[in-house]
């Protein structure tokens, strides 16, 4: 049966054949066709350019597949591209590899590939390969994603972890938990009062502005705090730098609909997946700096300087309370939102 009067995805779109085939021109190179990705060759050859690679991959397995603020697709690739700008590389290219499970409704791909064609497009970042595999009914959960993409770091740049400087001022760029409560209330169904979104965002454009904004050398580390939340990827920070970081409660920016659904719920944003947010340690001298050119990207607009990186208890995140006490912030341990990318 064509895959033109098919509804749902069959065993035989992972054949290889002719349903394949079909799957391939009529959907995927309808909405991602480009003219690396159209030629169909076993392999992307991408001219060469300065700089030295980064490369990075991931999966995708959140459920629910759609919800406020995106969906798998837009998920896979603005993660991917967040991953890349973390190291400062300029994204060149991604991959999409797909596992589908038979019986999912081939509306319901077209839209997540539709998805992913305009979250492609809208970054700049093609996607020049793929592949896709169908597993039977039950062997998977509707759809899965891996992306692996390709960037480019400025030869002398240096942005990693181990970077950060006692002094180091800590910028947010905006408010944190979205993605997470979006998705823990979603496949819940609590439905509250606000605006509850994903906050799925690329985040490379503004990166790039940072580092041509700023004194060479200034920006010591990047990261984006996904799974495990703020507090998680500070604790990896601190751990790796050998420094102590403070953060002041006040002056972290939650969304008042998160806020009270973390209330309901009995759930710390500090640790909920943020999927369009970044960490930042600067140079003191030029923070101000760094926040203005933060705060005038569309993707910073709430950036916040949180706290500071001292030469304090090698390792610890301490957290300065608003009603003037303190607490030690550990690592998230265990899993209370299962799936969230």
């Known amino acids: 049966m064509s895959s033109q009067t098919q509804k749902t995805i069959l065993l035989d779109h992972g054949s290889g054949g002719l349903a394949s085939q079909e799957l391939i021109s009529s959907l995927f190179l309808k909405h991602l066709g480009n003219k690396v990705l159209s030629a169909l060759e076993d392999s992307a050859v991408m001219e060469n350019q300065p700089g030295r690679l980064a490369f990075t991959t991931d999966s995708y397995v959140v459920d629910p597949i ?9 998920l896979a690739v603005h ?10 590389a300029r994204p060149l290219c991604l991959s999409l590899g797909l596992i589908l499970e038979e019986g999912l409704p081939l509306a319901d791909l077209e839209r997540i590939i539709i998805s992913i064609k305009d979250a492609s497009q809208g970054s700049g970042v093609p996607i020049v390969t793929g592949d896709t595999k169908v597993v039977p009914r039950g062997k998977a959960d509707k759809i899965f994603i ?4 390709i960037g480019l770091v400025a030869d002398g740049l240096e942005i990693s972890a181990t970077r950060a400087q006692a002094g180091d001022k800590i910028i947010l760029s905006g408010s944190m938990g979205d993605h997470g409560i979006t998705i823990m209330t979603r496949r819940a169904g609590i439905a509250l009062a606000g605006d509850l979104r994903s906050d799925s965002m690329a985040l490379h454009a503004m990166v790039q502005k940072l580092l041509a904004g700023l004194p060479e050398g200034t920006i010591h580390t990047l990261r984006d705090p996904t799974r495990g939340g703020v507090a998680t990827s500070l604790c990896e920070i601190a751990g790796s730098s050998g420094l102590m970081i403070e953060i002041e409660e006040a002056h972290i920016p939650v969304r008042a609909e998160v806020r009270a659904a973390c209330e309901i719920l009995g759930l710390d944003p ?27 990207c569309p993707e910073g607009a709430e950036a916040a300087i949180i706290g500071t990186a001292t030469s304090g208890n090698p390792g610890r995140v301490v957290l300065k309370t608003t009603i003037g006490g303190t607490r030690v912030v550990t690592p998230l341990h265990g899993a209370p939102l299962p799936r969230i990318c």
Do not use: H, W
């Open 146 to 149: 891996n992306t692996s993409g």
């Open 66 to 74: 759609f919800f406020p603020g995106g969906d798998i697709g837009t």
């Open 79 to 88: 993660g991917t591209i967040n991953d890349l700008a973390m190291r400062g």
């Open 270 to 296: 500090l640790y909920l997946a943020n999927e369009g947010k970044c960490l930042t340690l600067v140079a003191p001298e030029i923070a101000d700096q760094a926040l203005a050119l933060m705060q005038a």
